[in-house]
């Protein structure tokens, strides 16, 4: 099939449950994950690939101009340089139709995913709280980066342990998030940071800050901890051949969490 911008939209992942042994074993229910589509971007199909692939999950992809989320129980909203990054990142991605259903399933407990342009998205939807600014240095920043779990209270990040640190690459010019300092309050009070930066042994420094973040922030959840914007990208680092496989943890804890399980062990 060939989408609107020209390029060919590799088909649904379907999975035999037949041949899932330990979803069989655990009967345990398939989620279906649906990753957007935007203009531009250019990171959709790594968690496409991961969730079907490794993850083991259906996974279909939603275009930005459908209102139909297909019944997913589980929204990716990816990184990528969505419409170019015009005006500035996420800014015109907030206003597509998918992002208005976003918005109302999130409302109702669906959980969703912000990767690196998805939280920019996000924070530009107002279904989190501040914003990613330009990077410290002016610089664009790839590689591999650490971050300590500081709330492992939640659909992300349960099969973590507090205090935790996962080693998970960056890819972004925009990822400096700021708050002002009511609403940086907030976040600590209630416990909604979710992942910092740090050193590779979980201290908190600052050579450890890779874009500047206030308060080394580099994930955040919304009330309801059924939301999450993270800038470092987990579907990066899941399989051992991409030099790393901490980013699993992530899926894993939401397949738990939708499964209502806290004993699969997803990629084992």
Known sequence: MINLLGCRRPPPVTIDNRKCFRFRMLDLRLMKVGVIQFPDSNCDQDPYWVFGQVVNQPVTYLWHESHDLENCDLVIVPGGFSYGDYLRPGAIARFSPVMEAVGKFAAHGGLVLGICNGFQILCESHLLPGALLRNAGL??????????????????????????????????????????????????????????????????????????????????????????????????????????????????????????????????
């Open 139 to 268: 610089k664009y920043i790839c590689k591999p980066v650490h971050v300590r779990v500081e709330n492992a209270d939640t659909p992300f990040t349960s099969a973590c342990r507090q205090g935790e640190v996962l080693q998970i690459p960056i890819g972004h010019m925009d990822g400096n998030y700021f708050c002002d300092q009511a609403t940086l309050d907030e976040l600590k009070r209630e416990q909604r940071i979710v992942f910092r930066y740090c050193s590779p042994t979980g201290e908190i420094t600052e050579a450890a800050n890779p874009n500047g973040s206030l308060d080394h922030i580099a994930g955040i959840c919304n009330p309801g901890r059924n939301v999450l914007g993270m800038m470092p990208h987990p579907e990066r680092a899941s399989e051992a051949i991409m030099g790393g496989s901490d980013g699993l943890k992530i899926l894993d804890s939401l397949v738990r969490a939708l499964a209502g399980t806290q004993e699969l062990g997803v990629g084992s």
